[in-house]
């Protein structure tokens, strides 16, 4: 009986593993579940405006395309804090509870006066539920939730460690200092900075959308400063670092305790936060820009969504356009 050559064998059972492989391939996609959040966008393309950033990140948790119809493979609802349409939304800002447009900061302040500040779960909800639709946001896209059980403890924890005690012995025993609080979306255009302030009261945040970026003093004062000579004023403890950079995410919380001293800012992506706070502050002025040095930095190579890429290049940037 004649044998096939060797050659022929291999290269047929090749053929069989392969097609094997294949049968097998189909029909797991076929069964698999699929949990889709979001569309597929395409391919990135650049849209005419400085605000209309493409997706330029993309995970491993990310959308993977399959050929014939770009099927969405199973995935976790995700927000992409980078494609904010700003020019969208700035062209019509919200109006939501008499809220006006964008002030001379390129900041709008959205209250929401029908919650008081002890009704955290009442506004996490409004949030989760509403979202930027029902305030006019529609134009910036889906916004980080508050709605799990982590994040709304991680917002307790916030509150916790500031000077009230916890939210619960707060809300109970401190109902004046909870009068005086208020809920607000605060959104933030890109490439905007405020002045060096102080805090006279707590605030606790949350970034629904986008990032806030802030120099922040290592150590903080303990009482009101004055509003001029902030490189003389503000606490230093004589050791060569004076503060940090912080960057705060979408999905991110953080807080500034009272009489707290920092400057905010924005890159690239813009920001939209919710805001426990008294909305307001005590500028400082710094015109020199003398505290925010960067070889005072406790860590000036932190990136930074601009050409500059890092704090320090930032700052060399700002000194170059200054001659």
């Given at each position: 009986?004649?044998?096939?050559?060797?050659?022929?064998?291999?290269?047929?059972?090749?053929?069989?593993?392969?097609?094997?492989?294949?049968?097998?391939?189909r029909?797991?996609?076929?069964?698999?579940?699929?949990?889709?959040?979001c569309?597929?966008?395409?391919?990135?393309?650049?849209?005419?405006?400085?605000?209309?950033?493409?997706?330029?990140?993309?995970?491993?948790?990310?959308?993977?395309?399959?050929s014939?119809?770009a099927?969405?493979?199973?995935?976790?609802?995700?927000?992409?804090?980078?494609?904010?349409?700003?020019?969208?939304?700035?062209?019509?800002?919200?109006?939501?509870a008499?809220?006006?447009?964008?002030?001379?900061?390129?900041?709008?302040?959205?209250?929401?006066?029908?919650?008081?500040?002890?009704?955290?779960?009442?506004?996490?909800?409004?949030?989760?539920?509403?979202?930027?639709?029902?305030?006019?946001?529609?134009?910036l896209?889906?916004?980080?939730?508050?709605?799990?059980?982590?994040?709304?403890?991680?917002?307790?924890?916030?509150?916790?460690?500031?000077?009230?005690?916890?939210?619960?012995?707060?809300?109970?025993?401190?109902?004046?200092?909870?009068?005086?609080?208020?809920?607000?979306?605060?959104?933030?255009?890109?490439?905007?900075s405020?002045?060096?302030?102080?805090?006279?009261?707590?605030?606790?945040?949350?970034?629904?959308?986008?990032?806030?970026?802030?120099?922040?003093?290592?150590?903080?004062?303990?009482?009101?400063?004055?509003?001029?000579?902030?490189?003389?004023?503000?606490?230093?403890?004589?050791?060569?670092?004076?503060?940090?950079?912080?960057?705060?995410?979408?999905?991110?919380?953080?807080?500034?305790p009272?009489?707290?001293?920092?400057?905010?800012?924005?890159?690239?992506?813009?920001?939209?936060?919710?805001?426990?706070?008294?909305?307001?502050?005590?500028?400082?002025?710094?015109?020199?820009?003398?505290?925010w040095?960067?070889?005072?930095?406790?860590?000036?190579?932190?990136?930074?969504?601009?050409?500059?890429?890092?704090?320090?290049?930032?700052?060399?940037?700002?000194?170059?356009?200054?001659?």
């Open positions: 009986m004649l044998q096939p050559p060797p050659r022929l064998a291999a290269t047929a059972l090749v053929a069989v593993v392969a097609a094997f492989l294949y049968l097998r391939r029909r797991r996609a076929a069964s698999e579940p699929v949990e889709a959040y569309q597929p966008c395409g391919d990135d393309e650049q849209v005419g405006s400085k605000y209309h950033q493409p997706a330029l990140y993309r995970s491993k948790s990310a959308l993977k395309f399959k014939q119809g099927a969405l493979s199973r995935q976790s609802s995700s927000v992409n804090d980078d494609h904010l349409a700003w020019s969208t939304y700035i062209e019509a800002p919200s109006t939501y008499g809220a006006s447009g964008f002030n001379a900061a390129g900041a709008q302040r959205i209250d929401l006066p029908q919650f008081a500040g002890h009704e955290f779960e009442r506004v996490a909800d409004f949030i989760d539920s509403e979202g930027g639709s029902s305030l006019g946001l529609g134009a896209g889906q916004f980080h939730r508050l709605g799990t059980a982590e994040r709304r403890a991680a917002w307790r924890t916030h509150f916790a460690g500031l000077d009230l005690g916890t939210y619960e012995e707060a809300c109970q025993e401190s109902a004046q200092q909870m009068a005086k609080l208020c809920w607000t979306v605060l959104l933030i255009e890109p490439h905007k405020f002045p060096v302030h102080q805090h006279p009261d707590i605030e606790v945040e949350f970034v629904l959308r986008g990032v806030l970026y802030e120099n922040r003093l290592l150590a903080q004062p303990n009482a009101p400063l004055a509003e001029t000579a902030a490189e003389l004023a503000v606490p230093d403890r004589g050791y060569p670092k004076l503060f940090r950079v912080n960057r705060h995410g979408g999905g991110d919380f953080f807080n500034n009272r009489y707290s001293v920092h400057q905010s800012y924005t890159m690239d992506e813009g920001v939209v936060l919710l805001v426990l706070w008294t909305g307001r502050h005590t500028n400082i002025t710094d015109k020199e820009g003398k505290l040095q960067a070889e005072r930095c406790q860590n000036p190579e932190c990136p930074l969504a601009c050409t500059a890429k890092t704090f320090r290049g930032f700052v060399q940037l700002g000194a170059r356009k200054k001659r």
